[in-house]
């Protein structure tokens, strides 16, 4: 006999998990589905929190070895990779454990299995064990998330040419490691293998890394990660891998065509993007609408054209990122629940945590110009900001950008340490309507990192007073 619930999520990532919490917080009997074993997705398992984790132990090894000395503290540090893969994965099972603790307070079922829809209202859900459990609904979420985009031609084994997943798990350091990919997963990744002593070369199709951030920030982000020793071949194409005695010789050539050339690397990370993840769910089945690309169609309020079944999170379109799969959650359990849930694209922060971090809330100067939107600027260094001095991290800025009738903000992009924890104020803003003039006016306390998006809040009406 079916089991029979108000709302069944499908995925258990930041998007189904956080839907599933609301859906139960709101009344509504509910269950959230996860085939992976673990709760939390992409994000908690293979994602985000992995990545983080290598990239705050890798940075502190580098600062020991490279920044400490100049500050008067004399450290060899030594590396031990296992414990450090040890504590990335401590923290990756405390925080999926947490979220199955979350789903039970929220009185939501979290059950392990693969889940198909067989009909609008009716989800199979096929256990580890082969068991199978029919469940009736009037609501489906999808959740299903997102998988590593393919390189034509190319392998994944996950040993010798990787995905991130496998990047976040290598056993030694590799020598020599070649990242296919410019965009923040691959420039995260690279990161901290090269801070553990592997040579990292970038090769990007386009012009530029991180596409899609603001143009000034990505071109001195890139001569900052040169800097730090990472080499980058931009509007080139990888068109081929050989297998060759334990190494890897990746054949590239440029983007719009031409002379090729050979690149000899140990480890090649495949990190060009991710495509939505809807197989065997049995969407055309039952008429659920894709796009070209593949992911579910929805209206505004996340609604499929099939009555009943919604999608959120990487599997429909926009940013892939774990807060913009939450947000959607959130607006999507409540517009289920009869109320007024909705989600503010402009105000949604992206980060990359490099060092520095990037970190954008808004648009950029580039989307403004191709919109025809008039604007202001104003900037602000990390060399002039006192609490960037005092932890030796000057490298970077501020910048902001508002409506040059209205004043009201419209962008803000930071590059510097802590970038990323700056911009949740940045969207604060946008999210108030806040003008230039309302942050440039507020007291950020001294000395602080913050002071910077004031000045150049200030920058925006030509009165920065600290430079
Ligand atoms: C290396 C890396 C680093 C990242 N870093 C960041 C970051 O720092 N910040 C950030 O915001 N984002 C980051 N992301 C992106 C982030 O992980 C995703 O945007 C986020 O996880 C999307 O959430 P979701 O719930 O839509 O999907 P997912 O997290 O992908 O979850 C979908 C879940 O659905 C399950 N599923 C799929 N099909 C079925 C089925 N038929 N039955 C049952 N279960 C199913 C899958 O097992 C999966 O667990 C990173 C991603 C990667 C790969």
Redesign the pocket.
Known sequence: MADVFDAVV???????YNAAIRLGQLGLKTAC????GTFG???LN???IP??ALLHTSELFEEAKAHLPKLGIKVTPELDLGLMMAHKTKVVSELTKGVEFLLRKAKSEAIV????ITAPGKVEVKGKDGTVRTLETKHIVI????DVAMLPGVTIDETQIVS?TGA?SLTEVPKRLLVVGGGY?GLELGSVWRRLGSEVTVVEFLDRITPGLDGEIGKQFQRILSRQGMKFQLSTKVVGVEKKAGALAVTVEPASGGDQQTIETDIMLVSIG?RA?VD??GLEKIGVKLDTRGRVVTDTHFATNVAGIWAI???REGA????K?EDEAVACAERIAGKAGHVNYDAIPA?V?TAPEVASVGKTEEELKAAGIAYKVGKFPFTANARAKTIAATDGFAKMIADAKTDRILGVHIMGASAGEMIAEAALAIEFGASSEDVARTSHPHPTLSEAVRQAAQGVEGWTMQM
């Open positions: 499908i995925g258990g990532g930041p998007g189904g589905i996860d085939k992976r997705g992409t994000c293979i994602g985000c990545s983080k299995g693969e889940a198909r959740a299903t998330g997102s991130s976040l997963i991710r993840f065997d769910l999170g990487d599997c892939m990122l774990a807060h799969a980060v945590y």
